[in-house]
């Protein structure tokens, strides 16, 4: 099992940036599949990004040139970089761990990150 800890939430506002974080813990890192999901209330947890062990990236279409996800192995860190937030934007954010590709099976959540885009 991987512990799974986010970082980076926060309040912004439209069209601003905020970074998360997801450092892991527990197992070796630099051989899973890791992304980032959200769930917005009343919604169901979604996948928005994810990166496979080896650096391929994945997106949804409403995220393509907006963010961008990457990981560090020698920090055991994955990171996402949002930018132009939009108020739509606003949900819980998880980091997950897992197999499968885009990350179909998760192993491991984190607690979540809040992000609230205010208009």
């Known amino acids: 099992q991987v512990q799974l800890v986010e970082s980076g939430g926060g309040l912004v506002q439209a069209g601003g940036s905020l970074r998360l974080s997801c450092v892991a813990s527990?197992?070796?890192?630099?051989?899973?599949?890791m992304g980032w999901f959200r769930q917005a209330p009343g919604k169901e947890r979604d996948v928005v990004a994810a990166?496979?062990?080896?650096?391929?990236?994945y997106y949804i279409e409403s995220m393509k040139g907006r963010f961008t996800i990457s990981r560090d192995n020698a920090k055991n860190t994955m990171y996402l970089q949002m930018n132009s937030l939009k108020p739509e934007d606003t949900a819980v954010y998880y980091c997950?761990?897992?197999?499968?590709?885009?990350?179909?099976?998760?192993?491991?959540w984190g607690i979540g990150t809040l992000v609230t885009v205010s208009s």
């Open positions: 527990g197992r070796t890192f630099s051989t899973y599949n």
């Open positions: 990166i496979s062990w080896v650096g391929i990236t």
């Open positions: 997950a761990a897992g197999h499968g590709w885009p990350l179909k099976n998760v192993d491991d």
